[in-house]
């Protein structure tokens, strides 16, 4: 017999709360809104996405809750764990069910590979009963696959036709969802009757807009991280020795460590955007740490917290270039050089940078170097994840300051201790917020296959408020798309959303961070709780309170 913790036991019996138009079915009324258009570069969206571009925006409203013809449903995960992904799942299972209960769920394996090399299964009530507000996508896994050509495309109609499938659900980040309005438009165009839905995941937090108010994931792993955070603020605090540098996940973009800074106060938060903004040098950014650690210094506390988030390096100008023309010159290489080791990658790329980027290329430490070298995504995007930014900002800080010891202008110990958070908090359980909205995102990933659209995007929107007052709709992925350069070549994409500086969340850390930078005003979240008052238990992202207040 399989063993599951007390808290799975227990937790497996959570009821998610779902908005109202929901509650009696997937069977919606729906309400249109007027045409849309996209983010930017609206003429070349128009014309890559004909068949889908311009649908309007949907609200729904309790519908009949009458049963409809029974459907056969796809479903796939896609990209870097998030926490509830899982609920999405049961919601779009319950959802089918509620709108005909012969209604099957097939899951694809392994993300967008099993869809391509027809791998799936189908998700019994005994299936998903065993995952229900569970975190993972061990379910039926995930992958990075991008889905882009018309033999991929062909593949995945084929795969859905032998299941008799004629929707998919998609379960992704920025990337994926752009894959799902790619697949639409060509189910569409090709007059397949196949519906392409997605639903917005990462704990990145940057697959948000107006319309689409979080990305599910994002509010579990921060409050994981925080947690973590936090017990390191109080063991700093109490051995009053170790600066800790703490790298955070989330990619290009900074949500997760504006979120994790709000909810601990620590005394440093780099945040790449503002580092983007303000054409920060590397040299400027250590300097910036090394005052506040002399400050502290000359205060008697040789201790400290510093968030840094894992995208940095991509900001600071100079590198930022750097990598745009290393991405150019890893995007065609032949097996030689992918092949070859880290320091062939490193000599191969020297040879081919410009004067300004192979000076700073130079001026990094071998390591960084290495790193910046690695791999791509299959999208095209550096694995951040893999570059010790970290260590690269101990190091040099360290070094800063033993300079100023020699010139006699800092008399203080530093000692670093380093740590990633990441892979720590994307698959917690998820936490009641995650779950609810999750599996709301998945219901209503079901009411829009129920009400024939494509191309859309689930969405739940107010959801600081009491479930009463969540809002239920769907958004036209074209929307959110604007022209990028990936892989040496312009693309249609979903625009990221960026921390923006003048936005509430930033701004009430800018308000803070010089008294938290020589003060000790830790605070400590303690774990995410699941059982208990809904102060503790039904929490929203400072985040999404400050720009929803
Ligand atoms: P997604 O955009 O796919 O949700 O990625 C989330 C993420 O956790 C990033 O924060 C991180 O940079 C990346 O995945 C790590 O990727 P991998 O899972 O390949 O290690």
Redesign the pocket.
Same mark, same amino acid.
């Given at each position: 017999m399989k063993v599951i913790s007390p808290l799975q036991k227990v937790r497996a019996a959570y009821a998610p709360k779902l908005p109202p138009a929901l509650r009696k079915g997937a069977n919606v009324a729906v309400t249109a809104g007027e045409p849309t258009t996209a983010a930017d570069n609206v003429e070349q969206i128009k014309a890559l996405f004909p068949n889908t571009f311009g649908s309007p925006v949907l609200t729904f409203a309790q519908g009949t809750g009458a049963a409809g013809a029974a459907l056969n449903v796809g479903v796939i995960l896609s990209?870097?764990q998030?926490p509830g992904g899982h609920n999405v799942i049961a919601g779009l299972f319950d959802g089918i069910k509620s709108l005909n209960a012969d209604s099957k769920l097939y899951g694809f394996l392994k993300g967008p590979d099993g869809l391509v090399k027809d791998e799936a299964m189908e998700l019994t009530s005994d299936i998903i009963d065993a995952y229900r507000n569970t975190g993972g996508f061990d379910i039926i896994g995930s992958g990075?696959t991008k889905l882009e050509t018309p033999e991929q495309f062909e593949a995945a109609r084929k795969s859905c036709e032998e299941r008799g499938i004629t929707a998919l659900v998609i379960i992704g980040?920025d990337d994926s969802n752009t894959n799902a309005c790619v697949l639409a438009e060509y189910f569409k165009a090709n007059k397949i009757g196949i519906q392409v839905i997605g639903c917005p995941?990462?704990?990145?937090g940057d697959l948000k807009n107006e319309w689409i108010e979080a990305s599910f994931g994002f509010d579990t792993a921060c409050r994981v991280y925080s947690e973590l955070i936090g017990n390191i603020g109080r063991d700093a605090n109490s051995a009053k020795k170790y600066w800790h540098f703490i790298k955070l996940?989330? !990619?290009s973009a900074s949500h997760i460590a504006l979120e994790c800074a709000l909810q601990t106060q620590p005394n440093v938060a780099i945040i790449s955007e503002e580092v983007a903004e303000k054409k920060m040098t590397l040299d400027e950014i250590v300097t910036g740490i090394t005052d506040v650690v002399a400050a502290r210094a000359a205060n008697k506390m040789n201790f400290g917290i510093a968030l840094i988030p894992?995208g940095l390096v991509e900001f600071i100008p100079e590198i930022k270039v750097l990598i745009a023309e290393l991405n150019d010159i890893f995007a065609h290489i032949d097996s030689s050089i992918a092949e070859a080791d880290a320091a062939a990658k490193v000599a191969f790329a020297e040879a081919k940078l410009t004067a300004g980027s192979a000076k700073v290329f130079a001026s990094l430490p071998d390591g960084i170097r290495k790193q910046l070298c690695n791999d791509r995504?299959p999208h095209g995007n550096v694995?951040?994840?893999l570059i010790e930014t970290e260590k690269m900002l101990a190091e040099m800080v360290g070094k800063k300051l033993k300079e100023r010891k020699a010139a006699g202008t800092y008399t203080g110990k530093f000692a670093a201790q380093t740590h990633f958070f990441?892979y720590e908090g !994307?698959c917690a359980a998820p936490s009641n917020y995650d779950a609810d909205y999750c599996y709301s995102l998945g219901y209503n990933a079901a009411a829009l296959i129920g009400a024939g659209k494509t191309g859309y995007m689930s969405s739940v929107r107010n959801t600081i408020k009491n479930a009463d007052e969540w809002i239920a709709g769907g958004i036209p992925i074209t929307m959110m798309m604007n022209i990028e350069r990936r892989h040496g070549e312009d693309k249609p994409v979903i625009r990221k959303a960026l921390v923006e500086l003048d936005g509430k969340p930033f701004k009430t850390f800018a308000a803070n961070r010089e008294a938290w930078a020589v003060e000790t005003s830790y605070i400590y979240p303690g774990p995410i709780q699941y059982f208990g008052p809904a102060e503790v238990c039904d929490l929203v992202t400072c985040t999404l309170t400050l720009e929803k207040a």
């Open positions: 990209g870097g998030a990075r980040g995941k990462t704990i990145d996940m989330g !990619r894992e995504d694995q951040v994840s990441g !994307r």
